[in-house]
């Protein structure tokens, strides 16, 4: 499919994900939205747990914003397993929090290489048995774990988890479909060869799709993510593959952008992603 046959987005099934206003505190982000008729976000964690959650909660009833997800949970992987306690009671706590708010998913990311540590394997091997610690958790929570791959430039740091192949392998052994799927994020994923056959089998394990813009002179790849029509990724191609392969939930715009789009007035920001979505979503 070519991108001049997907519909532009429609309006209803744009998300703005809450980190996109980094500049804003909690109640700023969440009136932002709501005044230019955004209706979902996704809710950045450390902003949910600066705010607490019982306010949080009432901002978003406030303004008539519902939180599909929290992101980004997860962060497993430490160099010693006495660490693994606090690391599973973190996500714990992040998951009840996600239950309070009314969120349904906790975008999960493992976590990279801790310090000194170069066994990437027994790193994959650790974040796989963390996150089966914590079924019984999300299960009990009613929010599901969305597993996300992440680029594999930020394997070192972010995610030793970097293909859809690799996530949806993970699945497979954690055999936990009822709350377990992945978060699809096409910063992340954009390059994958065959990308389109690797959605239709991701399909059916879809709970979030996140998407921004890969500027080609990029300055930092985690913290300078580029505005849709921005950059290299054809959103809307890859959405029209989503769609063929039965995704029809919310796009979320998620854009990390420390020089640029965090440094303008949060209005201009939520105009220009709606201005865009016309054309690049
Ligand atoms: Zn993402």
Redesign the pocket.
């Known amino acids: 499919m070519n991108t001049t046959q997907t519909a532009p987005l429609a309006i209803n099934r744009l998300n703005i994900h809450q980190v996109t206003l980094n500049q804003c505190n909690f109640r700023e982000s969440i009136e932002c939205l709501s005044r230019h008729g955004i209706r979902e976000t996704a809710v950045w964690l450390p902003r949910l747990e600066e705010t607490g959650v019982a306010e949080a909660g009432r901002i978003l009833r406030d303004n008539g914003i519902v939180a599909t997800s929290v992101c980004a949970g997860g962060l497993l992987t430490s160099a010693g397993n006495a660490e693994g306690s606090i690391v599973l009671d973190r996500n714990r706590r992040w998951l009840e929090q996600a239950a309070e708010i009314g969120a349904t998913s906790m975008?999960t990311i493992t976590g990279g290489l801790p310090e000194g540590v170069r066994d990437l394997d027994s790193m994959r091997a650790q974040a796989l048995e963390r996150l089966a610690a914590l079924i019984p958790d999300a299960r009990s929570a009613g929010v599901r774990l969305a597993l996300?791959p992440l680029h594999p430039i930020v394997c070192g740091f972010r995610s030793v988890i970097s293909t859809l192949g690799e996530a949806l392998d993970a699945l497979g052994q954690l055999e936990s479909d009822d709350v377990m799927g992945i978060?699809f994020?096409s910063y992340?994923l954009w390059w994958e060869v065959s990308l389109e056959e690797k959605i239709r089998r991701t399909a059916p394990h879809l709970l979030c799709v996140?998407v921004s813009d890969w500027l080609q002179d990029t300055s930092d790849v985690r913290l300078d993510r580029g505005m849709p029509g921005d950059g290299l990724i054809d959103n809307r191609r890859i959405r029209g593959w989503l769609e063929q392969a039965g995704f029809s939930g919310s796009i979320e715009v998620?854009i990390f952008s420390e020089r640029n789009w965090w440094k303008r007035p949060p209005d201009e920001v939520v105009e220009t992603i709606i201005d865009r979505s016309r054309q690049h979503l």
Do not use: K, L, S
Request: proline share 0%; glycine share 0%; net charge negative.
């Open positions: 975008v996300e978060a994020d992340a996140h998620e």
